[in-house]
């Protein structure tokens, strides 16, 4: 690993972010297949639409997807979820680990063609932590106490403390470097960002199309002329739409429907960080009492739920999923279906004669969300448990997630190679999406501190580890498992790298021959 690089998921994870310096690089390192010809048109299929083109309230995945194309971010993943430069060339931390001081790539340009500088940082950044904005990544900044930019290709943190985390938060979206000249308003109608791609023409709910950005500051420019997120319902419909050579590229959720495009189509499989749950919202009802959430927990057999739901396409999974802090699933009360137990926690809660649980679940996002929620229903039913399901279309369940107007949701969340930026927003009482997330305690706010403050890999790992103990321990959402993505390529595409976060920034590497 070359000095100053993070692998956020390997062995030494903990060991090289905000106390150590990072070292200069043109960005995450690439992997491309046999060259193809420069320019020509890619075709993404999609099952909906972005929700919204602002990136700090980004919070589906396909919204995350097309934004990552269009803004850049101070840091970056790679292929391999090490932390690399982005927008920041470099960064060291002060001996106390109070201090960040970074230094900014120069000549880059937003998409109006302005300079991007310190000045736009330090007015992201406020941006972001300022409880007005509603940024989802908020909670990533609370060690940052002050930004200065004292010249224009210089930006400073000042932090509470240290912040093992800081580095790797700074690479998502969600912490997407804007034009300080921009408002949301704006950005909603036309992205201006720093990314590889600009937005060359929106049609709602049909595509989204993106140019190459001839002045993107990489060093290596896309290959393609322009990538087109066409919108089309189901994953099947994509397969025939990929048959008849309508378009070039998909990433699938349902396996079934990835055998099913084996043989014309190339079919890569690859492991994923995200997590398949169902998320209780202790603030609701029923749910405020522990003994309700652990009752649904013992009810539930998760193996079943991938099984049916997945064709096993995957593996039963704890709150965290990242390897190198990975959640033991068998630690958890009721690691198989105990019915006796579910109904003994229902008899403590006074609840013998049972409960509904009123659940929303998204069809359109991900392919497998209804079946899950159908599985999950029989299952709970044998309990006395009913899930009284509402099904809503992609931006309406994320509107009510949003807005914590649910006692239950069956979501996909994407995961993150850092517990903190995964569950630091959720489950802190500070946290901007714990009113999403229903639950906090005075435990995990002083785990959580403690899991940023060292960088020390195995007593970050111990802390984690307490962390996933208390999620499970009082059932504040109940995990089911961790599958897998299918990314479907034609034979002319080249060069597309499929990420274990699910990321599609690789776009920027791909041809079309």
Request: aromatic share 6%.
């Amino acid at each position: 690993m070359p000095r100053g690089s993070f692998s956020a998921i390997g062995a030494a994870a903990a060991l090289s972010i905000a106390l150590t310096s990072c070292s200069s690089s043109s960005g995450p390192a690439t992997s491309t297949g046999a060259a193809g010809q420069p320019g020509g048109s890619l075709v993404v299929g999609v099952t909906s639409d972005p929700d919204t083109l602002f990136p700090w309230k980004a919070t589906q995945f396909q919204a995350v997807n097309v934004l990552q194309a269009l803004y850049g971010t101070l840091t970056e993943f790679d292929k391999d979820l090490n932390v690399v430069p982005g927008l920041a060339e470099s960064w060291e931390a002060a001996g106390d680990g109070k201090k960040l001081t970074l230094k900014l790539r120069q000549g880059v340009t937003f998409a109006d063609g302005s300079a991007f500088d310190s000045k736009d940082v330090k007015s992201s950044l406020d941006k972001i932590m300022d409880e007005k904005t509603a940024a989802v990544a908020r909670a990533s900044l609370s060690s940052v106490k002050s930004v200065a930019a004292p010249d224009a290709s210089t930006v400073v943190l000042e932090l509470t403390g240290p912040d093992a985390a800081l580095p790797a938060n700074l690479a998502t979206v969600n912490m997407a470097m804007l034009s300080s000249d921009d408002t949301e308003e704006k950005l909603n109608a036309t992205p201006n960002g720093t990314g590889p791609f600009t937005l060359s023409k929106r049609v709602a709910s049909q595509s989204i199309t993106l140019a190459k950005n001839d002045k993107y500051w990489g060093g290596e420019k896309p290959k393609v002329g322009t990538v087109e997120f066409r919108v089309i319902p189901d994953e099947s419909s994509i397969v025939s739409a990929m048959q008849s050579g309508n378009v070039q590229l998909a990433v699938f959720n349902d396996p079934l429907v990835a055998q099913t495009a084996q043989g014309t189509i190339n079919v890569a499989k690859t492991p994923q960080l995200n997590y398949h749950a169902l998320q209780l919202n202790a603030q609701k009802g029923d749910l405020k009492d522990v003994n309700v959430r652990l009752a649904i927990q013992c009810a539930v057999d998760r193996k079943q739920v991938l099984d049916t739901a997945a064709l096993g396409e995957g593996e039963v999974t704890g709150p965290i999923t990242a390897p190198a802090f990975k959640s033991d699933p068998n630690k958890r009360p009721c690691p198989a279906r105990d019915l006796a137990k579910a109904a003994e926690y229902l008899g403590k809660a006074g609840k013998s004669g049972g409960v509904t649980v009123k659940t929303i679940v998204s069809q359109g996002e991900y392919a497998t969300s209804v079946n899950e929620a159908q599985n999950l229903k029989a299952q709970l039913a044998e309990a006395k448990i009913n899930l009284d399901l509402e099904v809503l279309e992609s931006g309406a369940f994320v509107d009510r997630w949003v807005a914590a107007d649910f006692d239950a949701a069956v979501a996909l969340n994407g995961g993150r190679p850092d517990p903190d930026g995964s569950y630091g927003r959720y489950f802190t009482s500070k946290g901007n999406l714990n009113k999403v997330a229903g639950y906090s305690s005075p435990e995990l706010d002083k785990l959580f501190a403690e899991g940023k403050a060292t960088t020390d890999q195995a007593a970050r790992k111990a802390i984690y580890d307490q962390v996933g103990a208390q999620l499970e321990d009082n059932a504040a959402w109940i995990w089911l498992f961790s599958g897998y993505t299918y990314t479907a390529t034609t034979q002319n595409v080249q060069g597309f790298v499929p990420m274990a976060s699910g990321s599609l920034q690789y776009l920027r590497t791909t041809s079309v021959s």
